[in-house]
């Protein structure tokens, strides 16, 4: 399957990344080879196989409902590349 | 109550159109510590003070689960009467937002851990039923504040990873009121179990709202459009009357309706399409990695279901059979667990139809002119069973009993008190009465003479003399008999 | 008199207990070793003068009671290690300091070890030849221009080269073992679940595992043991009882069967690495070891299903470098131009190329196509090794398809690239254990490395045949050091 230039414009701006159209031309020629690499997978018929649902056979453990007191917002803060005292700063979302 | 009929339709030009809605509720669970992470859900905390390395998605962290907030989910489940599935599974819905640290959302798609279920609605026209498609357990996401700063947007996270219930129905409702009914019954259910407190001005419930319209008649659905972001129930009911009559004229003018996300705007009350980019709703959703597929044990199911609390449906039977309330008292009863709790508190030590009367009829009344809920009344629930049994007993009359009630909400004034004190007992002594009686008609001998040659309405006034003279203790029925006696 | 820093890790832990040597020696020997080795860029990070300093806390206070009671460790930069800048390789978190400490990592300090520096590595530990770290390539000891194998790149070379007496890495389709083949160290990927995942930056979180790379097997259990365990924080980590791998350690492997399936036989498959497989069907063999052969059918369908499993993961995982709460952040006139600028800027070709096949096999409409079938050959994949097994108890095969390449050899060919993996990705779709152990040269003099494959939770087997190996292999590490 080969990805056109749109398609990787499209999964582009999913996955939040900019592109010029340099990169969009190598990235759609790049990825078309990987997808048809992948594509070998067609060869299986899987119809009456079941997915890995994990490759843990276990079940999900879950913890007791217990709050932890540690107030650690300088922590949770310090490395952001903008904030206040108090919250995250980010440009402004268009809406 | 029956006998009135559903009447609620978009009249159009060519004649009369349905509103199919259907709701997805958000519902925070009540809960000590977030869904994946210890850190703690109050509301009204510090800006990111509740937030933990993995509730901002730092590299390498994990998300470790509630056990719970599994259980609340599973008794809300129980609660709606619904399938509880033992296997259930968490997906990553990715997105990208600035209050979505994780740039996903760990939620659950394909098998979310509660399945079909319903909620009983009581409307003037008779009982409705509402499915409920499914429920499922989610992360809340944190809060964007894009008006403190002109370029800006500030991001507190402290919401970031609080366990939600997604309760999602079936298009089965069908107009305004009914969405009232049923987001009260849900809530009230939810506190009941105490699985929500149901604080839609805290955001502890909200609710993303379905409408569709079709002509009556007509079987196929609609196109539907989602009304998002409205924190009322009173707007709810608006924005669904603006996008049903938006609808119906579009339709009527043979144009199409783009199936999308609509905001609500408060101040228009009108609905608009959200600037929305088309690929937002690729949320690529697949089973979370750090997670393993939930296996709950029928035993945990079983417990829980034993432990439920009677619920507002089966409450409301009780007091039915049992206690010979009517269907609308009953259902005010049950509408609040506060006021149930409250009214079976006074019938500890009262008749129940007395209490019944006594707190749908007086105690409401006061409520609502302070704007006082239950939990706030200034009466309480031992000191008004206390005035209920004198009334019942013939210790006070009923008229007095209406005085005494509003002494009482002086800092709960026990009633039994302000009666001795004021010397309120009702004078039920036929002798005593009869003396009084005969006072009240030698003063009035003129209208005695007209009452008996057919002036039938001065009895009242007679009452009402002994009642003067008495103080209002008389016995009433006891007046009436002796006065009849005298008349003769 | 032979170099402190020559010596294995067990010889130094041995060594620092009998005071043949003060762990201040000992860590200045290696960062001696490490400052004269600046060519190999094995290097993000050095911790030097906390490492002297803690050397000499520990000097004083004699506390030999840890595994690793006075050594100096450097570590791959995708543990997160307290205060301590860690990168992943990446611009996007250039200058990222975490405030805590990775699970795997703060095992390895309790046993008395302590941090020498931050490995190089490819960024996001996405690639096979270490020539994506925002931080430049890494160097293999045994040639300028050669790869050491990636993505734990910095890592192998770092411990072939004497620059620190062991170190932990992550495998998560032949991070460890491809790298370790590359540079003839020994590099063992654990079970899926076997150690804490809490604190690593994830790739694929299903995949992904932390393992050891050593000079020799005696190092790798020894350093195995020190890290492994369940972690409440990891949802994925078991809750299995860690052998004490170290103490039951033997050569002694006679009367084990060992699997030689032939799918692994692949088409143009170079002459010495067959000649490898045989000569170390041979060392088990004299080992008293039976060996069969068997089938995994769906081997070829590895690396396909791979190459959707992680990618789709990896994208999902990388969401949140999004420049709001730590790393590199570009300008934007707005939220979404800003994601746009930061991720652009932030992340380099490779780690764009995954995350955008990622997002594509998990689009609406080709989820079932991609992502669901590839689950579905994951379990096939799984069921011909859970079949395998009920026959036999550990599987024998090469690491590599080759010894390690030039530098820019595959640059040009995604594809290419990862076809390196061949042999490695079945084992991560698995969740089963494996281990890399040097077993021979090829032609050019460049290591070959074997691989035994175990049953779940079975380190112990797979660690006891590769001594077996090791001990008739008589491998070298030989090289000019060329850097210095």
Not at chain 1, 15 to 30: F, G, P, T, V
Not at chain 3, 197 to 214: E, K, Y
């Amino acid at each position: 399957m080969s990805i056109d230039k749109d398609t990787v414009k499209h999964i582009a701006k999913l996955a939040r990344i900019s592109l010029d159209e340099k990169k969009i031309n190598s990235l759609s020629k790049d990825l078309s080879s990987i997808m048809e690499f992948i594509e070998k997978l067609n060869e299986l018929n899987t119809e009456k196989t079941v997915p890995l649902t994990s490759i843990i056979n276990a079940s999900l453990r879950s913890r007791k409902d217990e709050m932890s007191d540690e107030k650690i917002r300088d922590q949770i803060l310090k490395n952001s590349p903008e904030k206040n005292e108090e919250f995250f700063v980010v440009p402004k979302v268009i809406e | 109550m029956a006998g009135k009929k559903f009447d609620y339709f978009i009249k159009g030009e060519k004649g009369n159109w349905e509103v199919i809605i259907g709701l997805e509720v958000h519902a925070q669970v009540l809960s000590k510590s977030k869904l994946f992470s210890s850190s703690p859900t109050k509301f009204g905390a510090e800006p990111n003070s509740q937030v933990s390395l993995v509730d901002s998605a730092f590299p390498g962290m994990l998300p470790v689960i509630n056990q719970f907030c599994i259980e609340q989910s599973v008794k809300t489940g129980l609660g709606l009467k619904a399938k509880i599935n033992l296997k259930s599974v968490f997906d990553r819905k990715n997105y990208f937002y600035a209050d979505l640290p994780q740039g996903y959302q760990i939620s659950q798609y394909k098998n979310p851990i509660v399945g079909e279920g319903e909620v009983i609605l009581d409307m003037p026209y008779g009982t409705r039923k509402i499915c409920i498609e499914r429920l499922h357990l989610e992360q809340d996401a944190g809060k964007s504040i894009h008006d403190m700063d002109p370029d800006n947007t500030f991001v507190d996270l402290n919401r970031s990873g609080v366990a939600l219930m997604e309760i999602v129905s079936k298009p089965d409702l069908r107009s305004p009121d009914e969405v009232n009914a049923y987001i009260r019954k849900l809530r009230s259910i939810m506190r009941y179990l105490g699985t929500c407190d149901g604080n839609m001005q805290e955001g502890s419930l909200r609710a993303d709202v379905n409408v569709s319209v079709r002509k009556v008649g007509e079987k196929k659905f609609g196109t539907r459009c989602e009304i998002k972001n409205v924190n009322s129930i009173k707007f709810m009911q608006m924005a669904i009357e603006y996008e049903a009559k938006r609808q119906v004229e579009l339709l009527e003018d043979n144009k199409q309706i783009d199936q999308e996300t609509r905001l609500y705007d408060t101040k228009k009350n009108t609905t608009r399409s959200m600037r929305s980019k088309e690929d937002a709703h690729d949320y690529r959703y697949f089973p979370d990695p750090d997670l393993l597929p939930l296996n709950l044990k029928q035993s945990l199911i079983d417990k829980l279901k034993k432990e439920l609390p009677e619920l507002p449906d089966e409450k409301k039977e009780r007091f039915i059979k049992e206690h010979n309330l009517s269907s609308y008292e009953a259902n005010i009863l049950v509408s609040e667990k506060e006021i149930s709790n409250y009214y079976e508190e006074v019938i500890k030590g009262c008749d129940k139809k007395l209490a019944s009367n006594w707190i749908t009829g007086e105690l409401f009344a006061v409520l609502n002119k302070k704007n006082l809920s239950i939990t706030q009344s200034p009466v309480s629930a031992k000191n008004l069973s206390a005035l209920i049994k004198m009334i019942a007993s013939g210790k006070i009359s009923g008229k007095i009993a209406k005085d005494v009630f509003e002494k009482m909400q002086d800092h709960d004034r026990d009633p039994q008190q302000i009666v001795e004190k004021e010397g309120l007992t009702q004078q039920s002594d036929p002798k005593e009465l009869e003396k009084i009686i005969s006072q009240v008609l030698s003063k009035n001998k003129d209208k005695v003479i007209q009452y008996k040659s057919g002036k039938e309405k001065l009895f009242g006034y007679f009452v009402g003399e002994v009642m003067k003279v008495s103080k209002g203790k008389a016995n009433p029925p006891l007046v009436n008999e002796i006065l009849k006696v005298k008349l003769k | 008199m032979a170099n402190i820093s020559d010596f294995t890790l067990t010889k130094l832990v041995a060594g620092i207990k009998k005071k043949d040597f003060t762990s201040q020696e000992v860590t200045e020997s290696f960062i001696n070793s490490s400052e004269k080795s600046k060519k190999l860029n094995t290097y993000i990070t050095k911790c030097f003068e906390k490492a002297i300093s803690a050397a000499k806390n520990f000097d004083k206070k004699k506390n030999y009671k840890g595994l690793l009671a006075g050594i100096p460790i450097a570590v791959k930069d995708l543990f997160c290690t307290k205060n301590v800048n860690t990168t992943a390789g990446s611009k996007i978190l250039h200058n990222f300091v975490p405030t805590y400490e990775s699970t795997v990592t703060n095992n390895l300090w309790s046993e008395g070890s302590f941090l020498l520096g931050k490995l190089n590595c490819d960024e996001f530990a996405m690639g096979s030849s270490n020539e994506t770290s925002f931080f430049g390539n890494v160097t293999n000891p045994f040639g300028d221009k050669l790869v050491p194998g990636g993505s734990s790149g910095g890592s192998a070379s770092a411990v072939a080269a004497n620059l620190t007496p062991a170190t932990i890495g992550t495998d998560t389709g032949g991070s460890i073992r491809q790298p370790a083949s590359f540079t003839g160290i020994v590099g063992l990927k654990p079970t899926y679940g076997r150690c804490s995942r809490w604190g690593i930056v994830a790739f694929a979180s299903s995949l992904d595992q932390a393992g050891p790379m050593t000079k020799n097997v005696e190092d790798c259990a020894l350093l195995l043991q020190a890290m492994s365990g369940y972690d409440s924080k990891d949802s994925t980590s078991v809750d299995t009882k860690v052998d004490n791998y170290s103490s039951k350690l033997t050569e002694k492997v006679k009367g084990l069967k060992i699997g030689i399936p032939k799918e692994y036989r692949v088409e143009n498959m170079p002459n010495e690495i067959d000649k490898l497989w045989k000569r170390g069907i041979d060392y088990l063999k004299d080992a008293g070891a039976v060996i069969k052969n068997i089938s995994l059918p769906h081997t070829k369908y590895a690396l396909p299903a791979y190459y959707i499993v992680a990618p789709a993961e990896a994208s999902s995982n990388l969401a949140r470098y999004d420049g709001v709460k730590y790393g590199h952040r570009s300008k934007g006139n707005n939220l979404f131009e800003m994601y746009e600028n930061t991720r652009s800027e932030g992340f380099g070709d490779e780690v764009k190329r995954r995350i955008l096949i990622g997002t594509y096999v998990l689009s609406s409409g080709y989820y079932d196509a991609y992502y669901l079938k590839a689950q579905k050959v994951r379990q096939l994949i799984k069921n011909d090794f859970d079949k395998a097994f009920n026959d036999i108890d550990a599987i024998l095969t090469p690491s590599t398809p080759s010894a390690a390449f030039k530098m820019g050899d595959k640059k040009d060919d995604p594809v290419s690239m990862y076809l390196n993996d061949i042999f490695t990705v079945p084992i991560n779709l698995a969740g089963l254990p494996a281990i890399s152990v040097p077993a021979g040269y090829d032609k050019n003099n460049l290591p070959l490395g074997l691989q035994l494959i175990g049953k779940a939770f079975d380190e112990q087997t797979i660690l006891n045949l590769s001594l077996a190996i090791e001990k008739r292999a008589n491998f070298k590490r030989k090289f000019k050091v060329w850097w210095s």
